[in-house]
């Protein structure tokens, strides 16, 4: 009836009548496709009748959720159950240094989207210093460097990530239970071995 985990069919008003007569009733449709749906045959196929009495959805509040990296990071993806795209929230302490390393996503080809939730922060581009706030949205292409650092207040960041143009694929590490690792183009002092940051400023 619907794609599988996609929108539950939607009631519909529709107008009906010429001049002068008019009046409307509602009808089932696919949320995608906007075809009306047999409701007969919904009520013969019982996982079609569940579908329609079961709405989808997940609500769970960020303190209860698996956290990694010592808390820094919270699996809000994989705690929802979101499969199209990456979600999570990092909470940094105060004046975090490196504790954000320094990356890109060329490994996965992911865009990402970040907006400070709480406290003060700013994002490390190639070319400048962006300083978040609750009202500014950063994106940040697969392949450019960036690099996140709290200021004395520490900082909540909601991190959103996707693939244009591809199929997201969710990284080990959002995975609950998943391991700690970090992408391999991570740059950080904490990280000896790893590649030499690129940012300067």
């Given amino acids: 009836m619907s794609c599988s985990g996609g929108p539950p069919p939607a009631l519909v008003s529709e107008r009906l009548g010429g001049a002068g007569f008019a009046h409307s009733r509602l009808r089932l449709v696919d ?14 196929d019982d996982s079609a009748v569940d579908e329609l009495a079961s709405p989808d959805y997940t609500v769970k509040r960020v303190d209860a ?29 105060p004046n975090s240094g490196d504790i954000s390393p320094e990356h890109d996503h060329l490994h996965n080809c992911q865009e990402e989207v970040y907006l400070l939730l709480d406290g003060s922060a700013e994002v490390a581009l190639p070319d400048r210093n962006v300083p978040l706030d609750r009202e500014t949205f950063v994106r940040i292409g697969p392949g450019t460097r960036r690099r996140v650092r709290a200021g004395p207040d520490g900082a909540r960041l909601l991190m959103i990530g996707a693939v244009p ?36 400023t």
Avoid at 72 to 86: D, I, K, P, T
Wanted: hydrophobic share 35%.
């Fill in 31 to 44: 949320t995608y496709t906007q075809s009306p749906l047999d409701l007969e045959a919904a009520r013969r």
């Fill in 65 to 93: 959720m698996e956290r990694a990296f010592g808390g820094a990071f919270v699996r809000v993806r994989a705690e929802l159950g979101v499969e199209s795209f990456g979600i999570q929230v990092v909470d940094l302490p």
């Fill in 165 to 200: 143009g591809g199929v997201y694929e969710p990284q080990e590490n959002s995975r609950l239970g998943g391991p700690e690792t970090l992408a391999p183009t991570a740059s950080s002092a904490l990280i000896p071995d790893g590649p030499p940051p690129q940012l300067t």
